[in-house]
């Protein structure tokens, strides 16, 4: 048997983390899967980052999105022991928001995606977070989740992305609509 695949998801299931297979259509694997899509777009980010500072972060997020997504594969029998998201992760990001976000003015009108590679990998990152919340607040909704800061991280990871991206574009010279400092508009 190869080491690289089982054969198991032939049939259009898939295993949780505990007893018992779904159809990979289901809304656990949904909200699980984009949790990992929404980390491996914030690597993508991490890759055209010049800022250590920043890329720590990032690292530290993709980290903890791993124990997120562990927890929402696990079956509510098994969600205890996989729980890692707590409290102080939710208040860790508000301080890394606040941090990057100190000197940056809020837009008065919605950004526009682009301006430099990576505030456009943060923005694409940043709406990926927010299809994984939406999906963490469908399984909570259903009773499937009960860790209620599985989706307070997300959000506030949304926040970070934006405010990411916000810093990135106006360090290299660029406002949230995507003109350069001085261009008219």
């Known amino acids: 048997m190869s080491r690289f695949f089982t054969r ?7 295993g949780l983390l505990g007893r018992g297979r779904v159809p990979k259509h289901d809304l656990r694997p949904w909200a699980y899967g984009t949790v990992d899509e929404a980390s491996a777009a914030l690597g993508l980010a991490r890759s055209l980052l010049a ?10 997020v993709q980290r903890d999105l791993y124990h997120l997504m562990a927890e929402v594969a696990a079956t509510k029998e098994e969600a205890e022991r996989f729980r890692t998201i707590e409290a102080q992760h939710i208040e860790w990001l508000e301080v890394q928001i606040e941090r990057f976000g100190s000197d940056l003015d809020v837009p008065s009108e919605f950004v526009l995606g ?3 590679t990576s505030g456009a990998a943060l923005d ?5 977070v927010r299809r994984a919340e939406r999906l963490v607040a469908e399984l909570q909704e259903e009773g499937e989740l009960s860790n209620p800061y599985l989706l307070r991280y997300l959000n506030r ?10 810093l ?4 290299a010279g660029i406002d949230h609509t995507n003109r350069t400092k001085g261009e008219g508009g």
């Open 8 to 14: 198991k998801g032939d049939d259009g299931t898939t």
């Open 168 to 171: 990135e574009n106006h360090e």
């Open 114 to 116: 682009g301006g430099t």
């Open 124 to 128: 694409l990152a940043r709406t990926i």
């Open 51 to 60: 800022s250590e500072e920043i890329c720590e972060v990032l690292t530290q």
């Open 157 to 166: 990871l949304s926040s970070l992305c934006f405010v990411l991206l916000l």
